[in-house]
């Protein structure tokens, strides 16, 4: 494992603080979410709604085809396309891309946007909390690596194959009794004309019925700790160096 640090050159794309709700029937509505634009405007003056959709195929009569789409909330950018607000139905999401400042930064105006959403649809309860943070590691195109010597966990080629990789992709969910967790690892290779990278997706999450929004963020604070120590344990000092 890598000591444990701020690296002030973090290969975050996109840090994520993800609350799951339950809504009273009196603000279960989009036209009540959508009051929450004057509330954000200032601030998050780009709104999208976010639409989830839906395919219905019947296996013996294809040609039945559904597709439905259905309003699910409300999606808020600030003015210089860093921090992003999903506000919806069954919940709220906070994220911050890059350039990624810090933690603590990161925590306060989540809870403070979080706090005007929580006031707007007086959810019944939280039943969903998570932390995601998505590192994206650059490396040349054409100069040979030895993933290893960056990367503590990555698939390894049959012995009877040349020793070489274009791209994989490897998911694992794991249970982490020791926090009441569980944590969701993905690892992706891209290659691109001018870069070959290697995606680092960790999602730590817990369900259940919180108490209140105090134990909540508490946990959301636990997960965010879970997420460092799998973050390092999943890569190499020399990969440290890269981003100090």
Not at 43 to 70: A, C, G, N, W
Not at 131 to 158: A, M
Request: charge should be negative.
């Amino acid at each position: 494992m890598a000591n444990q640090q701020h690296l002030s050159k973090a290969p975050i794309e996109e840090a994520l603080i993800d609350i799951r709700v339950t809504l009273p029937k009196h603000t279960r509505e989009l036209e009540h979410l959508a009051a929450l634009e004057e509330k954000y405007r200032d601030q998050y003056p780009d709104k999208k709604t976010i639409t989830e959709f839906r395919y219905k195929v019947d296996l013996d009569h294809p040609e039945t085809e559904e597709k439905t789409s259905k309003p699910l909330g409300f999606r808020y950018t600030s003015a210089d396309n860093t921090q992003v607000i999903q506000a919806s139905l069954n919940g709220f999401t906070f994220s911050r891309l890059p350039p990624y400042q810090d933690w603590p930064q990161l925590r306060a105006e989540a809870q403070r946007v979080w706090n005007i959403y929580s006031a707007h649809v007086q959810q019944e309860n939280i039943i969903r909390v998570a932390t995601r943070y998505i590192n994206k590691f650059k490396f040349p195109p054409t100069t040979p690596i030895e993933l290893d010597e960056y990367l503590h966990y990555v698939p390894v080629v049959p012995k009877a194959l040349p020793q070489m990789l274009d791209g994989f992709f490897s998911q694992i969910v794991v249970p982490y009794e020791t926090a009441h967790c569980m944590a969701i690892i993905s690892q992706q290779m891209q290659l691109g004309p001018s870069e070959r990278s290697v995606i680092l997706d960790i999602d730590v999450f817990k369900a259940k019925i919180f108490a209140d929004e105090g134990e909540a963020w508490g946990v959301i604070d636990t997960l965010r700790e879970v997420k460092n120590l799998i973050f390092f344990d999943s890569i190499t000092e020399k990969t440290v160096t890269l981003y100090k």
